[in-house]
Every structure is written in structure tokens, then in C-alpha cells.
């Protein structure tokens, strides 16, 4: 399948293009996230702006670790996108639909990490940290919310094995996921599927860091970059305004 456009732009979502009520992006900005009526998530009016131009540059590709539900929520303005990697990648949204052949193949690929995975399960049903439902998000990887995540997360990092597994937290939540369904094997699987050039990427967290090393161009956070040394290759965003609006401008400005 040829590409829509030469680039390709991944980019992960929540702390890179929009922002939750919790943070602070000022009073320009366009609610872009509902949840059981309230607006839970935003982005910059600039962002909002930017987007639709780098849309008409190249072909946007968000990926998350956001299910297909989640991602659905999100409204950017550009309409139904192309392509979307949701679930960490392990399922993606061609025009909004799920690519069903896609699902199978992730589903073989984690089979290797499904011990690793059973043995999470069963550790987090029985930790008294965990504050939420454990969940084992589409057989793909595992997901729960604990208090003292730090300690949660070492515990699990000497119980699993991690030559198949990445134990990872965001705040109090909790992941484990297969090393095959790290983001940077989805998006060379996109790149394979859809023929694609040149990719672009962003992001903003240790989930993001095999994607940003994956693309041929990619945009880090300057605090990102310090905290697991990563010189070689990427821009750097020095962060004095919102990342998504640095980056986008970036990407209008000077990506041919």
C-alpha cells in the first residue's frame, strides 16, 4: 500500500499534544476530551491551528497507549484520521475502523511475554497497593493504578522476567508490556504496511523513547533527554512553551 504522503508523523498523545485538566497550558486553549460530561483534556489554540496545517504537510499518526475507547473520546479537529496505533500499538484504526489482521498479528507477537504477563496478573491481584480494577488490556499487555508505584514497580522488576517485559508507571499507573509491543516495533510495522518514507516523532515519556529512537527525525523534551541521556539524533525541546506547540511549529516551519 503506497503512502498518502512522504513523511510520516507519529506522535503520542496525552503530555505531548494534549494536555489533561491538571496541567496548566493557560487560557488559549480548545477542550478536545469529554468524559461522563465533564472536559477532561485540552489542547493549546495554537496546537489546535498547527495541527491541521502539519495534517495537510504529512500524514499524522497518533500513537498511544490509549484503548481504541480512550482514543475515541479525542476530538482534534482533523476529522477521521488515516491511521491510528492505539493500545500501545497493538491495534490500529485505519479510518476509524479496527485493522483486524493487524490484532491477530500483535497477538502472536506478545506470545512470548504471555508467561511474564500471567505472572504480573497474578503478583498485582494479590499486592494490597493496588488502589484500581487490574486490567489486561485486549490479552496485550497489563494495566492497573497503586499507591507507592515506585515500590510496586521493583517489585514486580524482581519477580517477572525482563528480557520479555517492560514494567513501566506513569504517576500511580502501573504497565507491563511485552518488549514486542513497544512502540517503536508498531510504528515499523505502520512504516512496512503503508509503504512510508521519512518519519517524524514525538514524545514525551520512557513509553516513547523506542519510537523516538525508530524515526529518522525526532522531537524530545529537554527533561526527557537529560534523564536517559538522549544526545544523538534527536531535537531537543527546550519546553518554555507547551511541547506540542514547539513542535509543530518546528515541524511547519522547517520539515520539507
Given at each position: 500500500m503506497k503512502p498518502l504522503k512522504n513523511e510520516i508523523f507519529f506522535t503520542d498523545l496525552d503530555n505531548t499534544i494534549i494536555f489533561s485538566y491538571k496541567h496548566d497550558i493557560g487560557i488559549d486553549k480548545v477542550n478536545i476530551e469529554l468524559y461522563q460530561g465533564r472536559e477532561v483534556s485540552y489542547v493549546t489554540k495554537?496546537?489546535?491551528?498547527?495541527?491541521?496545517?502539519?495534517?495537510?504537510?504529512?500524514?499524522?499518526?497518533?500513537?498511544?497507549?490509549?484503548?481504541?475507547?480512550?482514543y475515541n473520546r479525542i476530538d482534534l479537529g482533523l476529522g477521521i484520521l488515516p491511521y491510528a496505533l492505539v493500545c500501545n500499538g497493538g491495534v490500529m484504526l485505519e479510518k476509524g475502523k479496527e485493522n483486524k489482521h493487524w490484532y491477530q498479528q500483535s497477538l502472536v507477537s506478545v506470545q512470548s511475554a504471555y508467561a511474564e504477563l500471567q505472572k504480573a496478573l497474578e503478583l498485582l491481584?494479590?499486592?494490597?497497593?493496588?488502589?484500581?480494577?487490574?486490567?489486561?488490556?485486549?490479552?496485550?499487555f497489563v494495566f492497573t493504578k497503586c499507591i507507592e508505584p515506585e515500590a510496586v514497580i521493583c517489585t514486580l522488576k524482581k519477580h517477572v522476567d525482563l528480557q520479555f517485559v517492560d514494567v513501566l508507571n506513569n504517576n500511580n499507573k502501573i504497565y507491563v508490556v511485552p518488549k514486542t509491543l513497544r512502540k517503536g516495533e508498531s510504528i515499523k510495522?505502520?512504516?512496512?504496511?503503508?509503504?512510508?518514507?521519512?518519519?517524524?516523532?514525538?514524545?514525551?515519556?520512557?513509553?516513547?523513547?523506542?519510537?523516538?529512537?525508530?524515526?529518522?527525525?525526532?522531537?524530545?523534551?529537554?527533561?526527557?533527554?537529560?534523564?536517559?541521556?538522549?544526545?544523538?539524533?534527536?531535537?531537543?525541546?527546550?519546553?518554555?512553551?507547551?511541547?506540542?506547540?514547539?513542535?509543530?511549529?518546528?515541524?511547519?516551519?522547517?520539515?520539507?
Open positions: 495554537k496546537t489546535y491551528c498547527l495541527l491541521k496545517q502539519v495534517a495537510k504537510k504529512m500524514l499524522l499518526v497518533p500513537v498511544t497507549t490509549r484503548t481504541v475507547e480512550q491481584e494479590h499486592d494490597r497497593r493496588r488502589i484500581f480494577e487490574l486490567r489486561f488490556i485486549r490479552k496485550l510495522r505502520l512504516r512496512h504496511y503503508i509503504e512510508g518514507k521519512k518519519i517524524l516523532a514525538a514524545g514525551d515519556s520512557e513509553f516513547d523513547i523506542s519510537m523516538l529512537q525508530a524515526a529518522d527525525m525526532a522531537f524530545v523534551p529537554k527533561q526527557l533527554a537529560d534523564k536517559y541521556n538522549l544526545t544523538n539524533d534527536f531535537i531537543i525541546m527546550p519546553q518554555k512553551s507547551p511541547l506540542s506547540d514547539e513542535i509543530l511549529e518546528y515541524i511547519v516551519k522547517y520539515v520539507e
